[in-house]
């Protein structure tokens, strides 16, 4: 974890906004909430917004400021998200900030041959198994999207294999509003009960609108599904600046934060007090390919931005980072991923999603995965900041050393390096003779022997298997519910 609000010393804080320029972009947001409004395709939603005074016509819904306050002063800002055994995990508040995986990429780079490939569902247990032994990495999503179980289904097929592969936290994605139940079915077969999961909830649901601003009823069946159950929720449209959001980085943020507000409005109005955060997905069309780019600067920038203002109202954030548009774990693979791990480390993002992407998120990487954690691990160093004190200055030690002395023998030297200094599992310092006597070993091979070591000592901690027989149970009777008939 991250704390960059931290009172016990100096840290490194990104704000890019003055409180009279949040109020101008809170200004506009709001106007544009009021006077151009959303496309909402569930009547249930219609007819709920219209009864609090939204003005309604046909599936035009534009929303009133004084809803949307209302709503915001009912949202609680933040929440406490515990692990699969019940231990507090993140506290999802403030400047607090914390890293999870990419989810969702149709294609997986094999965790033995590292060639790309289809994502099976053993890629999500894989997936969920290595970052449970990463101690940068805080939260798991399914770590791909399989294609080898029906498509209606995924949720209830990943999520068994997900959580019987880490004790983390769980950020899952849902297919339906039924889709998302049945998931919270099965969370809370695993933590003993559903009033046990709705006072320590591990898992955290992601329904995703359409940017611009549509709301299908499938999203809306998903967000109410979790707001009914006073469950944590992280909804947020794709805003790519210049495709789906305005080009310049102000007005795609007014655009972001109205869907974000929209979503916040809609679980609050159905179920006042729900967990619900102000989030988005800030992206970017490279102009001259027309794909999705996660390497861009202006991604973070965006995200931050967004973010900032989240903060300003003391709500719960959303970032993504940890990803590159490289094919193969090379150096721009390395610099993309770190440049926005501590972007957005720096903005004081809570929950920063999507450490493990390559190839523009079409592909999960447990390589990159796995590089990620040693970047965010030098991002938490960095971002510790610097304790100020009495005994931090060291005048005495000084003293004592004198000019022309040494200090590697020093008390202090012993008892506080390990502290003080950032000590990497994979970054290479050997003098050249010995790492060419060591095999002369790159990164993108150091990491790829490291993800087969994890895959094949590390063990979780088992799920008892009278619970996996029953999140076998659920997913057979969902499939049958989920799956159309063809």
């Not at 009172?7 to 106007?31: C, P, S, W």
């Not at 219209?50 to 609680?76: D, F, M, N, Q, Y």
């Not at 198994?129 to 805080?138: K, P, T």
């Not at 809609?266 to 970017?284: D, E, K, Y």
């Amino acid at each position: 974890m991250i704390n960059t609000s931290s009172i016990e010393h100096g840290t490194n804080v990104f704000k890019m906004f003055d409180e009279d320029q949040i109020r101008e972009i809170l200004y506009a947001t709001f106007d544009v909430m009021r006077t151009v409004g959303f496309k909402i395709l569930h009547k249930g939603a219609r007819e709920m917004l219209a009864k609090e005074g939204a003005i309604v016509k046909g599936e035009s819904v534009k929303i009133p400021e004084h809803i949307v306050r209302e709503c915001l002063r009912l949202a609680p800002k933040g929440w406490t998200i515990f692990d699969r055994t019940g231990k507090r995990a993140m506290e999802v508040t403030g400047r607090k900030s914390y890293f999870g995986t990419s989810t969702a990429a149709p294609n997986t780079m094999d965790a033995f041959t590292g060639n790309v490939r289809e994502t099976l569902l053993a890629d999500i247990g894989n997936g969920a198994l290595i970052a449970d032994a990463l101690s940068n990495i805080d939260f798991i999503m399914p770590f791909g999207s399989s294609q080898d179980v029906p498509g209606d289904a995924c949720d209830i097929f990943e999520f068994p294999v997900a959580v019987s592969n880490t004790t983390k936290p769980i950020v899952f994605i849902g297919y339906s509003g039924r889709g998302v139940e049945l998931v919270y079915e099965m969370a809370a077969a695993v933590a003993g009960g559903l009033d046990r999961l709705q006072e320590r909830p591990f898992v955290m649901a992601y329904p995703e609108p359409i940017a611009p601003m549509v709301y299908p009823d499938h999203v809306i069946d998903r967000l109410f599904a979790a707001a009914d159950l006073k469950m944590p929720q992280i909804p947020g449209a794709s805003v790519m600046l210049g495709a789906t959001g305005p080009i310049t980085v102000a007005g795609a943020v007014v655009q972001a934060l109205s869907e974000s507000f929209m979503c916040l409005t809609l679980a609050q109005l159905r179920s006042p007090g729900c967990p619900v955060a102000l989030s988005t997905n800030m992206g970017i069309m490279d102009m001259a390919t027309g794909l999705s780019s996660f390497g861009e600067p202006t991604k973070s920038l965006a995200t931050c931005a967004h973010a900032q203002v989240a903060q300003y109202l003391g709500m719960p954030t959303w970032g993504l980072a940890g990803a590159t548009d490289s094919k193969v774990i090379d150096a721009q693979a390395g610099g993309e991923a770190a440049f926005h791990i501590l972007a957005q480390a720096m903005g004081g993002l809570n929950l920063i999603h999507d450490v493990g992407y390559t190839d523009s998120a079409m592909c999960c990487s447990p390589q990159q995965l796995v590089l990620g954690n040693e970047l965010v691990g030098m991002a938490k160093h960095f971002m510790k900041g610097i304790t100020v004190n009495r005994a931090t200055l060291s005048r005495e030690v000084i003293e004592a050393v004198g000019p022309g002395g040494q200090y590697l023998t020093q008390d202090q030297t012993m008892e506080n390096f390990k502290e003080q200094l950032w000590h990497s599992k994979l970054m290479d310092r050997q003098p050249r003779k010995k790492w060419e006597a060591s095999g002369a070993k790159d990164m993108s091979t150091r990491v790829g022997e490291k993800v087969i070591d994890i895959l094949e000592t590390h063990r979780s901690m088992p799920l008892d298997g009278k619970i996996m027989d029953e999140l076998m149970r659920i997913r057979k009777n969902g499939e049958k519910e989920l799956v159309k008939a063809k």
